[in-house]
């Protein structure tokens, strides 16, 4: 849980009401001003632990809308995965099922394709079906929050063929940044579980025509390599 701030508990309280049609604004804002600001992650978690319990649309906001859809700076990466293991997480495993599933038969190519959608401004309160169980990871990561089930997202996102050719190279350059300070916060066992998938999108990016491209792949896969092999990374 989010550590106990008491100066920050009653504007906590008030944020927990924010309308769901304020949630991505408001995110948005916070993550930017730490960004600039950089007070500890634990003051951001306490001051919004209260909006991501309670707020289905926050936590799809969070984990699709400004991980996936979104270019916010990189200063602000960290805050939102310190967020994001900080939301609840349990209540995306049928999604995690539907998208190892998904996946099986070529899903990286629709979890692009969801995320496509995504993008195109349908809002939270469209596309909380998919963002709340299209990305999860089952039970990846149980007692981390949603942290693990949205990184499982990035990596499909990040390994399709289709999101490799058609989106543009700051958002690439931010979901691979995304995904390399996200396997260096989780436990050697639930990033193993992204392996098949960021494996995959390694070769992919590897094998681009775009030399920015190749340097992507190649920036995941240093990270991959201390997953694989801690004694003896690339």
């Known amino acids: 849980p989010a550590p106990t701030v008491p100066s920050l508990a009653p504007a906590a309280a008030i944020l927990s009401l924010v309308p769901a049609g304020c949630v991505e604004v ?29 707020s289905a649309t926050a936590r799809f906001v969070l984990a699709s809308r400004l991980l996936l859809a979104r270019v916010l700076p990189d200063e602000t990466i ?73 990184l499982h997202g990035v990596a499909c996102v990040w390994s399709s ?6 989106a543009t190279l700051a958002q690439q350059r931010y979901l691979s940044r995304v995904l390399c300070a996200g396997l260096a916060g989780l436990p ?19 094998q681009s025509p775009s030399a920015p491209l190749r340097r992507l792949g190649m920036d995941v896969a240093e990270k991959l390599s201390v997953i694989i092999d801690p004694d003896n990374p690339v």
Not at 188 to 206: I, M, T
């Open 188 to 206: 050697r066992a639930e990033a193993q579980r992204l392996l098949p998938f960021l494996l995959d999108g390694v070769q992919a990016h590897l």
């Open 161 to 166: 063929a289709l999101h490799i050719s058609s």
């Open 26 to 54: 408001l995110l948005e804002a916070l993550l930017r001003y730490c960004g600039r600001r950089r007070p500890p992650p634990a003051s951001l978690c306490a001051l919004l632990a209260p909006l991501l319990r309670c």
């Open 78 to 150: 960290g805050y939102t995965l310190a967020l994001l293991q900080e939301a609840p997480g349990g209540d995306t495993g049928r999604g995690g099922r539907r998208a190892d599933r998904d996946t099986a038969r070529g899903g990286r190519d629709a979890a692009y394709a969801a995320w496509d959608t995504g993008r195109g401004g349908r809002g939270a309160e469209g596309d909380t079906d998919w963002g709340e169980r299209g990305i999860a990871g089952d039970t990846v990561g149980e007692g981390r929050g949603a942290l693990p089930s949205a």
